[in-house]
C-alpha cells in the first residue's frame, strides 16, 4: 500500500472526507498537507509512513479491547433493546448491570445461547466474538450499563431514544403558526440602558401574541466576554452553555428596589445622562452599556450577599439565597469553571496581558491546575458575583418565556444555537480536550464566496464527543432549550459533517469531517421532547445529498429562505411548493431587509466597501437584482397577493425600484400561505428597516450587531401598520390550515 493509500485510509478511519463535491457539482481532492494537518488536529499525529500504519492498526483494533462500546443509542421504538458485546471467543458468560436515571436497577447474568452471534470478521481476528444482550423494552432515557466477564470490567452509555422530535400542537398538519423574529440588542424601550433586553422581551412577547403570533425567536442568547464587551458577535460566542448578562433587566433584579446603593447609582447624574446617551443612540454602543451595567451589578451583588447569604453562614440563608446556593449546585462543574474564565479573563485583560487565554501563565491554561483551584478559592466572591449573575439573567429570561406564554405566545421563545464557541472563550478553556484549537469551522468555496469561509470558530472533536458519551452535546442542547419551545440550529449540517480550516491555511485548503449523524438526530429528538421544544434546522448552504430527507424523517424542521427558494428557471417557488414540515421566512439577520433587498441597499453597501473582486461582478449583482424584482412580482400577481397595477408602481425604473408598505404585506401574505408550518417575520422587515444585522465579510466596516430598531417596542406594538400586517398574516395563514397532510 502506498504512502497516500495510507493516509487516505487513516483519514476515512478518522471521519476525515478526503474528497468532496463542491458548490458546482466538480469533485475537490483534498491536498496531503491538509489531511495530515486535520489528523494532527484529531490526535493522530503522522511523520512516516510507519506510523500512519501503526495508528491504522491502532484504530481499528480499539473498539474490541473493551467488553462494549462507550455509548450506544438505540431506538426507543423496538420492543427489545439489542446490546453489541465483543466477547473473549473462550467466555461463554458475564454479568450485567443496568442504572437508569432514577437509580433503578435491573441486573443479571447472560450466557452464550442467550445471546445471538453476529458474524464479524474484523472482531474474529481479534480474538472477539459479537454477541447481542437482549433486554425487554427500555423506555427512552439514559442508562449505564456495566459488564462483567472473565475478572474484566466495562461500563457504558446507554441512550434511548425517539426517531422524531417533539412538535407542538401548534406545529401539527392542520395548523399553522407565524412568528416574529428579532435581535435582542436592538430592541428599544424608554427604561432600558442602551441594550434591548429580557424586560423588552417580555414586553414584545406578551405584546405581539395579541396580534397572533404563536413564537418569537431571538438571536443567540450565549455568553460573550464580559472583560471585553467589544467582542459583539452573538454566532462567536465564549459559552454556549451560558447566557449573556448585559442582556439582564438591571432594574428588574430584585436587589435594585431593596438596596440604597443601586438606587444611587442609578440616581447619579452622570449615570442619568450616560444612560440617556446610551438609549438614544441609533447603535449599541456595548463598552458604555457595559460600564454602566457592570458598575450596577456590583452594587446588586453586594446586596445580595449581605442581605441573602448571611456571609455564608449556612444558617442565615434566606429563601432566595437557598434559591441561589440550588442553582449553583445545579450548575456544577461547568458553572464554576465558567464563573473562574470570566474572573480570570477579567483579571488579565486589566494587566494588558491580552484576549486569549493561551497568553496567560502556563498553569492559568489548565483549569484543573492546582494554581487556578488557588486562585477560585482566593477569589470566592469574585467567581461568585459572575454565578449571580447567571442565575439573574437565567431568572429573567424565564419571567420572559412565561409573560408569552401566559399572553396565548403558544409555541413560546424561538432560541437560536450557534454553531461553534470562539477558541479564546470560557468554553474552549474549560474543555480542552473537546474543543479542538489548530482548526476552524468555516466553508468550502461556494456561489456566494468563492474564496471558502473561515468562521474562526474552534470544532468539536467527534472522537472525543463519542467517547464522552456525547455529554457535552446533551449539556449544550439543554442549556438552549431552556425556557424555549423552539430551536433554531445554525448550520444543521454539522450533525453530519462539518468543514475544518486546519491552522495557517486557506479556506479553500479544509475538509469535512464526518460525526456522528444517527446518534446525534435522535438525542436532538430525545431532549426536544424532555423539553417540549421543537427543532429548527438551518440547512443554508451546500447541503448533503439526502440531508434534509433525514430532518424531515426526524420532524426537524426545514429553514426556507424566499429570496434563496427559487425555481430551475430562476422564478419563486410557489406557496403550495413549500414543503410541509418547513419555517419560511422573507431573509435573515445575514441578508438584506426586504427594503433593502428591494432597493438594493445591500449592492450598495458592496460597492462602497469594495466587496466585489472586480466591476464586472458588481454589474452582474446589480444585473440579477433586478431581474429578481421582476421576478418577485410576478409570484407575486401570479399568487393573486398584489395587484399587477401595484406591481408595476413598484418596480419603477430598473435604478429606482419603489418600497411600499404594500409590498411588504403582498411578500408575507405569499408565505404566509405556504405549507409552510411556521412563517417567520423579521422585526425588520414588520418595521420596514434598511439595513440588515449583520453583512458577512466585514467587521468594523460595517455596524454589524448593533444596528437599533427605529421605534421602541411599545410604539412597535401600538403601531397600526403592524396590527395590518398581523392581520394579513392571520388570514394568510387561515387559508392553509385546512390543508391535507404531505
Not at 98 to 107: I, K, Q
Not at 307 to 334: I, T, V, W, Y
Not at 501 to 519: K, L, Q
Request: proline share 5%; glycine share 6%; aromatic share 8%.
Amino acid at each position: 500500500m502506498s504512502d497516500d493509500s495510507l493516509l487516505v485510509n487513516l483519514a476515512a478511519l478518522a471521519g476525515i472526507e478526503t474528497r468532496y463535491r463542491d458548490a458546482w457539482g466538480g469533485e475537490k481532492v483534498v491536498r496531503r498537507e491538509a489531511i495530515e494537518a486535520l489528523l494532527a488536529c484529531l490526535g493522530l499525529r503522522v511523520d512516516s509512513a510507519g506510523r500512519a500504519a501503526a495508528l491504522m492498526r491502532e484504530l481499528a483494533a480499539q473498539r474490541w479491547r473493551q467488553l462494549c462500546d462507550p455509548v450506544l443509542v438505540l431506538p426507543a421504538e423496538r420492543p427489545v433493546a439489542e446490546i453489541p458485546l465483543y466477547l473473549p471467543l473462550d467466555r461463554e458468560s458475564l454479568e450485567w448491570r443496568l442504572t437508569d436515571e432514577a437509580g433503578a436497577v435491573r441486573e443479571g447474568r447472560a450466557f452464550g445461547e442467550d445471546m445471538p452471534q453476529r458474524d464479524d470478521g474484523a472482531a474474529a481476528e481479534h480474538g472477539v466474538a459479537v454477541r447481542l444482550l437482549r433486554l425487554e423494552k427500555l423506555a427512552a432515557g439514559y442508562f449505564s450499563l456495566v459488564l462483567r466477564c472473565g475478572g474484566r470490567e466495562c461500563s457504558a452509555t446507554i441512550i434511548v431514544a425517539p426517531a422524531q422530535c417533539y412538535l407542538p400542537a401548534e406545529l401539527d398538519h392542520n395548523r399553522r403558526a407565524w412568528a416574529l423574529t428579532t435581535q435582542l440588542y436592538a430592541l428599544r424601550s424608554r427604561r432600558n440602558w442602551g441594550i434591548g433586553d429580557f424586560s423588552d422581551l417580555a414586553e414584545l412577547s406578551s405584546g405581539i401574541a395579541r396580534h397572533g403570533a404563536r413564537a418569537v425567536g431571538v438571536n443567540p442568547l450565549h455568553a460573550l466576554f464580559a472583560a471585553e464587551p467589544r467582542h459583539i458577535s452573538p454566532y462567536s460566542p465564549s459559552s454556549r452553555l451560558f447566557l449573556n448578562d448585559l442582556y439582564i433587566d438591571v432594574e428588574a433584579v430584585p436587589e435594585f428596589a431593596a438596596c440604597e446603593p443601586a438606587r444611587a447609582f442609578a440616581a447619579l447624574p452622570d449615570t442619568e445622562r450616560q444612560l440617556a446617551a446610551a438609549r438614544d443612540s441609533d447603535l449599541v454602543d456595548h463598552a458604555a452599556v457595559a460600564a454602566l451595567k457592570r458598575a450596577a451589578f456590583e452594587h446588586l451583588y453586594r446586596c445580595f450577599r449581605d442581605r441573602h447569604l448571611g456571609a455564608g453562614r449556612a444558617a442565615a440563608l434566606s429563601e432566595r439565597g437557598r434559591a441561589f446556593r440550588a442553582f449553583q449546585q445545579a450548575g456544577g462543574e461547568a458553572l464554576r469553571r465558567f464563573a473562574v474564565f470570566e474572573a480570570l479573563h477579567e483579571l488579565y485583560i486589566a494587566s494588558g496581558v491580552g484576549f486569549a487565554w493561551r497568553q496567560w501563565e502556563l498553569p492559568m491554561q489548565d483549569p484543573a491546575s492546582a494554581e487556578v483551584a488557588e486562585f477560585a478559592a482566593a477569589e470566592y466572591e469574585r467567581i461568585e458575583y459572575f454565578q449571580y449573575l447567571q442565575w439573574e439573567a437565567d431568572r429573567q429570561l424565564g419571567e420572559a418565556a412565561r409573560r408569552g406564554r401566559d399572553a396565548g405566545l403558544a409555541i413560546g421563545l424561538y432560541r437560536d444555537l450557534a454553531v461553534g464557541v470562539d477558541p479564546h472563550g470560557a468554553e474552549a478553556w474549560a474543555d480542552q480536550e473537546l474543543l479542538v484549537p489548530d482548526a476552524s469551522v468555516g466553508a468550502p468555496p461556494d456561489l456566494l464566496n468563492f474564496k471558502g469561509q473561515n468562521w474562526g470558530l474552534a470544532p468539536i472533536n467527534p472522537l472525543v464527543l463519542r467517547a464522552r458519551a456525547y455529554a457535552p452535546f446533551i449539556a449544550c442542547l439543554r442549556a438552549n432549550m431552556r425556557h424555549a419551545g423552539a430551536l433554531r440550529i445554525d448550520h444543521v449540517m454539522a450533525l453530519q459533517r462539518l468543514y475544518w480550516v486546519p491552522g495557517g491555511m486557506a479556506p479553500s485548503e479544509g475538509a469535512y469531517i464526518a460525526y456522528p449523524i444517527d446518534d446525534l438526530l435522535r438525542i436532538v429528538a430525545l431532549e426536544s421532547h424532555r423539553q417540549r421544544c421543537a427543532v429548527i434546522g438551518e440547512d443554508l448552504g451546500t447541503v448533503p445529498e439526502g440531508f434534509r430527507e433525514r430532518l424531515r424523517a426526524a420532524n426537524v424542521l426545514s429553514y426556507r429562505v424566499l429570496i434563496f427558494e427559487r425555481q430551475a428557471d430562476g422564478s419563486f417557488v410557489p406557496p403550495d411548493q413549500y414543503p410541509e414540515l418547513a419555517t419560511a421566512s422573507v431573509a435573515t439577520h445575514d441578508v438584506a431587509t426586504l427594503r433593502g433587498y428591494w432597493t438594493g441597499r445591500d449592492l450598495k453597501w458592496r460597492r462602497e466597501l469594495d466587496l466585489y473582486s472586480n466591476a464586472g461582478q458588481r454589474a452582474e449583482a446589480e444585473a440579477s437584482r433586478a431581474r429578481e424584482r421582476r421576478l418577485l412580482l410576478d409570484a407575486l400577481v401570479r399568487e393573486g397577493v398584489l395587484p399587477p397595477d401595484a406591481a408595476k408602481s413598484l418596480l419603477g425604473d430598473e435604478a429606482h425600484p419603489v418600497f411600499a408598505p404594500a409590498l411588504s404585506e403582498a411578500v408575507h401574505r405569499f408565505l404566509g400561505r405556504s405549507n409552510a408550518r411556521l412563517v417567520l417575520v423579521q422585526i425588520e422587515d414588520a418595521l420596514g428597516e434598511l439595513d440588515q444585522a449583520n453583512l458577512p465579510g466585514t467587521f468594523d466596516e460595517h455596524p454589524n450587531w448593533r444596528r437599533k430598531l427605529s421605534l421602541a417596542v411599545s410604539e412597535l406594538l401600538g403601531d397600526p401598520a403592524l396590527a395590518q400586517l398581523a392581520a394579513a398574516l392571520n388570514e394568510a395563514r387561515q387559508l392553509r390550515r385546512a390543508a391535507p397532510p404531505r
